[in-house]
């Protein structure tokens, strides 16, 4: 079964959404991200996606506070990313409630580190972060391109004994334009031991359906659920 995650974007301690992964088109959504995650667990959502915005600038959590937060106040299972550069704060984001944290950039500028949180805190509580342009992994809060094929990063990871990334298709991220379905295909292919966690695009209820279908392990949906393209009700289905 595949995994629905709402994500909240956090930026001045508040909900926000951007467009492409791009600060100046920002949308703010709701001003208590608390309130919008009992909703979301109100209707029957166990999972959240929660990215530390200003933290992915500062290359250090910024919004453990609203972690430790929704962690305290809800029971919701949080994986948690933005800023995570440090051992330290890694484990800040765990002692504030994660549950799993989100290795982004650093999982490309500093593997070795990455694969010793892997090993410390076991391959089920580290996911990393495949975010891509086109077939490359962008990195930098999206802003830099690197060298690296989406294919040839998570094929070095899966062999290291990473199991669980998060793909986001930045172009696609926050556009409601539909999600990178002949990507997620390929890897599926390709990589058929890595849990894929499609993330970027997701827009309809149709959307979910074709990714359940291709196998992937997980649907992180953002701006679908706040401008009203998937009701969070229609989403029982997935929830069995």
């Not at 079964?1 to 508040?14: F, R, S, T």
């Amino acid at each position: 079964m595949m995994e629905i995650i709402p994500a909240i974007d956090i930026i001045g301690g508040q909900c926000v959404r951007l467009s492409e992964g791009d600060f100046a088109r920002q949308t703010t959504y709701n001003s208590n991200p608390l309130e919008v995650a009992k909703m979301f667990e109100a209707n029957g959502i166990t999972r959240l996606h929660l990215v530390d915005l200003d933290g992915a600038r500062a290359k250090k959590p910024v919004n453990l506070a609203v972690l430790e937060s929704i962690a305290t106040n809800t029971n919701l299972t949080i994986d948690f990313g933005g800023g995570l550069q440090s051992d330290e704060a890694v484990q800040q984001a765990f002692d504030a409630g994660a549950k799993q944290i989100t290795a982004g950039s650093i999982a490309v500028r500093e593997p070795e580190k990455v694969k010793s949180w892997l090993i410390k805190y076991g391959a089920e509580k580290i996911i990393i972060g495949a975010d891509f342009k086109g077939t490359n992994i962008a990195i930098a809060a999206w802003t830099e391109e690197s060298q690296f094929s989406l294919q040839d990063f998570m094929a070095g990871y899966v062999k290291t004994g990473a199991k669980l990334f998060i793909c986001t298709d930045v172009s696609k991220d926050g556009m409601l334009q539909g999600p990178s379905m002949n990507t997620y295909r390929h890897l599926r292919l390709t990589l058929p031991e890595a849990g894929l966690i499609a993330s970027g695009g997701v827009t309809t209820i149709q959307d979910l359906e074709e990714l359940q279908e291709i196998g992937v392990t997980g649907a992180i949906i953002g701006k679908a659920i706040y401008e009203g393209t998937i009701d969070l009700k229609d989403l029982a289905r997935f929830l069995c």
